[in-house]
């Protein structure tokens, strides 16, 4: 007994004390979120989340990894998953006390238990008493706050964050409330080298990561950051402006992603992971904002177990907001006219899992978001005198009307291994999306009036200029296809392989309306006026693409791994039908039998006798593109990987991947080619200060090559369309470092420090805001030097958090985010009025948790009331269209929030 007792003194015992007033009191099984990890760690967890005394040897549970254990479980349910498969089981002593011990029948090489056994406890034991104590418990040992470890399924498999060898950062649900995320344009801060901007006519953001970006949105083009939600992919820039709510993590993939997410991650994915139903209790949670601009926001969830093996999980968010954007006199609004920037957004979701048996799982889940705000427009940079920056003149209200509803079914299923190498899991996923959306914009926004143009000798528009843009009907059907099969066990070899299939069928109808009351009767229409129109008619554009995709892990020794993996992706594009109109031609008068499209069904649109004659007919339109096209691009992405456990606690890898990013399909029956990367990274993973700290660091250069970039471009006669044409190349690297720091048990400091360089090594081309690309006078120049856009070049952001212990058991919790970042320009051409300069943005915020059930927050965002340009639109006037050779154009820009405050409050129930 002597003997035995001095040996776990030596070893150190790690002692967990229960908090006071638990065990037979509970009313509901503890909640738990501890990650896969070492066994030491993890039990520590164990014991604080569980309120028991966990009594274990030391050094007998090193070199132990054990399970992730998430959810409201019975302790006896936490410990079998915690302790499944290690060879650790454990023994009930009594009703606060259990003790952790090797497992007899299962040694270190011994078969796979699918759960820890308890051990019966001894009736001839007295944990109180002292010779019990001598046994099996010892003084408790200090630890260190641990770093909450997180995990991720960055390679379709659950791994913690710390042992993946990739570019991933992952924000759990906790971290999301506090920074007060709503939607991804709120969530850049910790995402190293994330951009997004938004724009007017398309309502979708502009994804981009380390520099690469894709600014085409409509039904044609493809995001450069590929988005997923649960691991369904979200076709439309426009999906990624979905609400984040009721989440389980979000997670972000820097860098190309092309062998296990495929076609359009040449930047990176980024994947939104919800909140899954449990099995164990009834829970819920309601969270009220209330804030500056009327905002008032409610979200919640609840989770409702109606069996063993089957839960049901619903959420849902309201937002509503009024704009920030106010209009200038003149505009033609009324006192209950929403304001461009508004927010009047609403989702709702329901999810259901089902595990019959240790080896199914199904779940799926059924949302719908929907928008039905002003939508957003860009401002001049040099708004009116006396008024605001955000402020325009405004003829045509904004209306946006987008719904999207998404259903995911996924299924697993492991085999027990009796037939073959090992146990496998088979997964199948099922995914189909409906997005429909009709919206307004103004697309001059008081252009015409403004000083810069009206001071020209000779103006190139009427003070009465006015052009609308709107979305008439439009429709995106999409359905996904995936299939998985993958090992199971930690072996020599870990494999996936993976079968992909995607469609999309999409239709859209869009129209831009000038009109000019230039005549000689003001504010009535007569012959004089302007009215013209160009419609751009899609009923039908279709993609399909499959692809095949496989990666291999070789565990060469305990410390060094090597992987290898390789997709081939096939695409095919098409329109049928598609025709491009002009009504009945540019600067056409009502005289000249001008008219708009406002108000006209498609079926009614009046055609000229001969539509295809460039000849226009008053009254009627002609087409100028027809844009039937078929396309077919396949590629082959490859990643290579080397990663080496340099000591315990800090990986280091290298690697090699690239991207593919399907080329377009575009007006008139012409087509761009995809555009690639081949990346290279270099990284370290460092766990320091015995858990207390997380530091990863990485270093990646990449090519960058046949870049696609989109404009709209007109000819001599003033008609324009969209055109994608391909950029030569460019290089991009850089340092992406990200600290998670826990200094006590009060403390929490996390850190991210960027630094890019991403420049073109060729790119001759056009400027097609200043010049008619027909033109053969046009001259080309080259951006070879230029910094792409959404790149700057150092970035630094802090989150560092305090929590001070209350008298009644409550804590006071204060909160100070800030970022700062070098300047960047916002398109490729470098000008003045592209750049937005360097600047610093702090949140601010004061958190009282009450020991119960609530939560009362209050918050300030951008404390420095800073104006930060997130995109831009340049208004020029190409001199073929009847502009002014040299004239520097109108500068416009899409702005992020000014300063913000609000209040909010969370009660959660069932705990």
Same mark, same amino acid.
């Given at each position: 007994?002597?003997?035995l007792?001095? #040996?776990?003194?030596?070893?150190?015992?790690?002692?967990?004390?229960?908090?006071?007033?638990v065990?037979?009191?509970?009313?509901?099984?503890?909640?738990?979120?501890?990650?896969?990890?070492?066994?030491?760690?993890?039990?520590?967890? !164990?014991?604080?989340?569980?309120?028991?005394q966990?009594?274990?040897?030391?050094?007998?549970?090193?070199?132990?990894?054990?399970?992730?254990?998430?959810?409201?479980?019975?302790?006896?349910?936490?410990?079998?998953?915690?302790?499944?498969?290690?060879?650790?089981?454990?023994?009930?002593?009594?009703?606060?006390?259990?003790?952790?011990?090797?497992?007899?029948?299962?040694?270190?090489?011994?078969?796979?238990?699918?759960?820890?056994?308890?051990?019966?406890?001894?009736?001839?034991?007295?944990?109180?008493?002292?010779?019990?104590?001598?046994?099996?418990?010892?003084?408790?040992?200090?630890?260190?706050?641990?770093?909450?470890?997180?995990?991720?399924?960055?390679?379709?498999?659950?791994?913690?964050?710390?042992?993946?060898?990739?570019?991933?950062?992952?924000?759990?649900?906790?971290?999301l409330?506090?920074?007060?995320?709503?939607?991804?344009?709120?969530?850049?801060?910790?995402?190293?080298?994330?951009?997004?901007?938004?724009?007017?006519?398309?309502?979708?953001?502009?994804?981009?990561?380390r520099?690469?970006?894709?600014?085409?949105?409509?039904?044609?083009?493809?995001?450069?950051?590929?988005?997923?939600?649960?691991?369904?992919?979200?076709?439309?820039?426009?999906?990624?402006?979905?609400?984040?709510?009721?989440?389980?993590?979000?997670?972000?993939?820097?860098?190309?992603?092309?062998?296990?997410?495929?076609?359009?991650?040449?930047?990176?994915?980024?994947?939104?992971?919800?909140?899954?139903?449990?099995?164990?209790?009834?829970?819920?949670?309601?969270?009220?904002?209330?804030?500056?601009?009327?905002?008032?926001?409610?979200?919640?969830?609840?989770?409702?177990?109606?069996?063993?093996?089957?839960?049901?999980?619903?959420?849902?968010f309201?937002?509503? #907001?009024?704009?920030?954007?106010?209009?200038?006199?003149?505009?033609?609004?009324?006192?209950?006219?929403?304001?461009?920037?508004?927010?009047?957004? !609403?989702?709702?979701?329901?999810?259901?899992?089902?595990?019959?048996?240790?080896?199914?799982?199904?779940?799926?889940?059924?949302?719908?978001?929907?928008?039905?705000?002003?939508?957003?427009?860009?401002?001049?940079?040099?708004?009116?005198?006396?008024?605001?920056?955000?402020?325009?003149?405004?003829?045509?209200p904004?209306?946006?009307?987008?719904?999207?509803?998404?259903?995911?079914?996924?299924?697993?299923?492991?085999?027990?291994?009796s037939?073959?190498?090992?146990?496998?899991?088979l997964?199948?996923?099922f995914?189909?999306?409906?997005?429909? #959306?009709?919206?307004?914009?103004?697309?001059?926004?008081?252009?015409a009036?403004?000083?810069?143009?009206?001071?020209?000798?000779?103006?190139?528009?009427?003070?009465?200029?006015?052009?609308?843009?709107?979305?008439?009907?439009?429709?995106?059907?999409?359905?996904?296809?995936?299939?998985?099969?993958?090992s199971?066990?930690r072996?020599?070899?870990?494999?996936?392989?993976?079968?992909?299939?995607?469609?999309?069928?999409?239709?859209?109808?869009?129209?831009?309306d000038?009109?000019?009351?230039?005549?000689?009767?003001?504010?009535?229409?007569?012959?004089?006026?302007?009215?013209?129109?160009?419609?751009?008619?899609?009923?039908?554009?279709?993609?399909?693409?499959?692809a095949?995709?496989?990666?291999?892990?070789?565990?060469?020794?305990?410390?060094?791994r090597?992987?290898?993996?390789?997709?081939?992706?096939?695409?095919?594009?098409?329109?049928?039908?598609?025709?491009?109109?002009?009504?009945?031609?540019?600067?056409?008068?009502?005289?000249?039998?001008?008219?708009?499209?406002?108000?006209?069904?498609?079926?009614?649109?009046?055609?000229?006798?001969?539509?295809?004659?460039?000849?226009?007919?008053?009254?009627?339109?002609?087409?100028?593109?027809?844009?039937?096209?078929?396309?077919?691009?396949?590629?082959?992405?490859?990643?290579?990987?080397?990663?080496?456990?340099?000591?315990?606690?800090?990986?280091?890898?290298?690697?090699?991947?690239?991207?593919?990013?399907?080329?377009?399909?575009?007006?008139?029956?012409?087509?761009?080619?995809?555009?690639?990367?081949?990346?290279?990274?270099?990284?370290?993973?460092?766990?320091?200060?015995?858990?207390?700290?997380?530091?990863?660091?990485?270093?990646?250069?990449?090519?960058?090559?046949?870049?696609?970039?989109?404009?709209?471009?007109?000819?001599?006669?003033?008609?324009?369309q969209?055109?994608?044409?391909?950029?030569?190349?460019?290089?991009?690297?850089?340092?992406?470092?990200e600290?998670l720091?826990?200094?006590?048990?009060?403390?929490?400091?996390?850190?991210?420090?960027?630094?890019?360089?991403?420049?073109?090594?060729?790119?001759?081309?056009?400027?097609?805001?200043?010049?008619?690309?027909?033109?053969?006078?046009?001259?080309?120049?080259?951006?070879?030097?230029?910094?792409?856009?959404?790149?700057?070049?150092?970035?630094?952001?802090?989150?560092?958090?305090?929590?001070?212990?209350?008298?009644?058991?409550?804590?006071?919790?204060?909160?100070?985010?800030?970022?700062?970042?070098?300047?960047? !320009?916002?398109?490729?051409?470098?000008?003045?009025s592209?750049?937005?300069?360097?600047?610093?943005?702090?949140?601010?915020?004061?958190?009282?948790?009450a020991?119960?059930?609530?939560?009362?927050?209050?918050?300030?965002?951008?404390?420095?009331?800073?104006?930060?340009?997130?995109?831009?639109?340049?208004?020029?006037?190409?001199?073929?269209?009847?502009?002014?050779?040299?004239?520097?154009?109108i500068?416009?820009?899409? !702005?992020?929030?000014p300063?913000?405050?609000?209040?909010?409050?969370?009660?959660?129930?069932?705990?």
């Amino acid at each position: 007994m002597e003997l035995l007792a001095t #040996r776990w003194i030596r070893a150190g015992i790690a002692t967990l004390v229960a908090l006071t007033g638990v065990a037979r009191a509970q009313t509901a099984p503890p909640e738990f979120d501890i990650a896969a990890q070492d066994a030491a760690s993890a039990l520590t967890q !164990f014991g604080e989340q569980s309120h028991l005394q966990l009594v274990f040897d030391f050094d007998a549970v090193q070199g132990v990894e054990t399970h992730a254990v998430t959810g409201r479980l019975r302790v006896v349910d936490a410990l079998g998953r915690l302790l499944s498969g290690t060879g650790l089981t454990y023994e009930i002593i009594n009703d606060r006390t259990i003790s952790i011990l090797r497992d007899a029948e299962v040694g270190d090489g011994g078969a796979t238990v699918a759960r820890a056994a308890p051990r019966a406890p001894a009736p001839d034991v007295d944990p109180y008493a002292e010779d019990a104590r001598s046994r099996h418990a010892a003084t408790p040992v200090a630890t260190n706050p641990l770093v909450d470890e997180i995990i991720i399924t960055a390679e379709k498999r659950e791994e913690t964050l710390q042992r993946s060898a990739l570019a991933v950062t992952a924000l759990a649900s906790r971290s999301l409330e506090r920074q007060q995320i709503t939607d991804l344009k709120s969530v850049t801060t910790l995402i190293p080298n994330l951009q997004i901007g938004t724009s007017s006519t398309q309502a979708a953001f502009d994804l981009a990561l380390r520099g690469i970006v894709s600014t085409n949105r409509t039904e044609i083009g493809d995001a450069a950051v590929a988005f997923h939600v649960d691991g369904f992919y979200s076709p439309r820039p426009q999906g990624a402006t979905m609400l984040i709510y009721d989440l389980d993590r979000l997670e972000a993939l820097r860098g190309p992603q092309g062998t296990l997410f495929g076609r359009n991650a040449n930047a990176g994915v980024i994947n939104v992971i919800t909140a899954k139903p449990e099995f164990d209790s009834t829970f819920g949670q309601l969270d009220l904002t209330l804030g500056s601009y009327d905002l008032q926001r409610l979200k919640g969830h609840v989770n409702v177990p109606m069996s063993d093996t089957f839960a049901l999980r619903g959420a849902a968010f309201v937002e509503k #907001r009024d704009g920030y954007t106010s209009f200038l006199p003149g505009s033609r609004v009324t006192a209950s006219t929403p304001r461009y920037d508004d927010s009047d957004k !609403f989702a709702y979701r329901l999810s259901a899992l089902w595990e019959p048996d240790d080896r199914w799982r199904v779940f799926g889940s059924a949302e719908r978001y929907a928008d039905r705000g002003a939508g957003t427009i860009p401002v001049s940079l040099a708004p009116a005198d006396g008024h605001d920056l955000r402020s325009a003149l405004i003829t045509s209200p904004g209306k946006l009307d987008m719904t999207n509803d998404t259903f995911h079914l996924r299924t697993d299923y492991t085999s027990d291994g009796s037939h073959g190498p090992g146990p496998v899991e088979l997964s199948y996923l099922f995914g189909w999306a409906r997005m429909t #959306r009709q919206n307004v914009s103004d697309q001059d926004v008081g252009l015409a009036q403004d000083p810069l143009l009206r001071a020209l000798p000779n103006p190139p528009i009427q003070p009465t200029f006015d052009e609308e843009r709107r979305t008439d009907a439009s429709e995106f059907l999409s359905t996904q296809h995936e299939l998985q099969i993958k090992s199971v066990d930690r072996s020599a070899l870990d494999w996936l392989l993976g079968l992909f299939y995607y469609r999309e069928n999409n239709s859209i109808r869009f129209d831009d309306d000038v009109r000019d009351d230039r005549g000689p009767i003001p504010g009535v229409e007569d012959p004089g006026d302007v009215r013209f129109s160009q419609s751009f008619l899609q009923p039908h554009r279709a993609l399909s693409a499959w692809a095949g995709f496989g990666q291999l892990t070789w565990h060469v020794s305990d410390a060094l791994r090597t992987s290898v993996g390789a997709r081939y992706t096939e695409d095919t594009k098409q329109d049928v039908g598609g025709e491009n109109l002009v009504c009945p031609g540019p600067n056409a008068t009502i005289a000249d039998g001008g008219f708009n499209l406002a108000g006209i069904a498609t079926a009614d649109i009046p055609m000229s006798p001969d539509p295809d004659s460039p000849v226009a007919v008053p009254g009627t339109c002609r087409i100028t593109a027809h844009n039937d096209v078929r396309k077919v691009w396949s590629k082959i992405t490859y990643m290579g990987r080397l990663e080496y456990d340099l000591t315990d606690g800090l990986l280091g890898y290298v690697l090699t991947n690239t991207g593919f990013k399907s080329g377009v399909i575009q007006d008139g029956g012409t087509y761009a080619d995809p555009e690639q990367v081949v990346n290279y990274e270099l990284g370290l993973k460092a766990n320091l200060l015995g858990g207390a700290m997380a530091l990863n660091t990485v270093g990646f250069w990449s090519n960058y090559s046949d870049i696609l970039r989109t404009s709209v471009e007109f000819d001599s006669q003033g008609v324009h369309q969209l055109v994608t044409r391909n950029a030569t190349a460019a290089h991009i690297y850089g340092i992406e470092s990200e600290l998670l720091w826990k200094p006590s048990a009060d403390d929490a400091l996390q850190a991210v420090f960027t630094y890019l360089v991403s420049e073109y090594r060729d790119y001759p081309t056009i400027d097609a805001q200043y010049y008619v690309a027909s033109d053969p006078l046009t001259p080309v120049i080259n951006l070879k030097g230029n910094k792409l856009p959404f790149a700057p070049e150092y970035t630094v952001a802090l989150v560092y958090e305090r929590s001070y212990a209350l008298p009644n058991g409550a804590k006071l919790v204060p909160r100070l985010q800030t970022k700062y970042q070098t300047e960047m !320009f916002l398109t490729d051409f470098n000008r003045d009025s592209d750049r937005q300069r360097a600047y610093t943005r702090t949140d601010l915020a004061l958190r009282y948790e009450a020991q119960a059930h609530w939560v009362i927050e209050a918050f300030v965002q951008n404390v420095e009331d800073v104006a930060v340009k997130n995109n831009v639109d340049l208004r020029g006037n190409q001199p073929g269209t009847g502009g002014v050779p040299g004239f520097p154009g109108i500068a416009r820009a899409f !702005f992020d929030a000014p300063r913000t405050w609000g209040v909010r409050g969370t009660y959660r129930f069932g705990d």
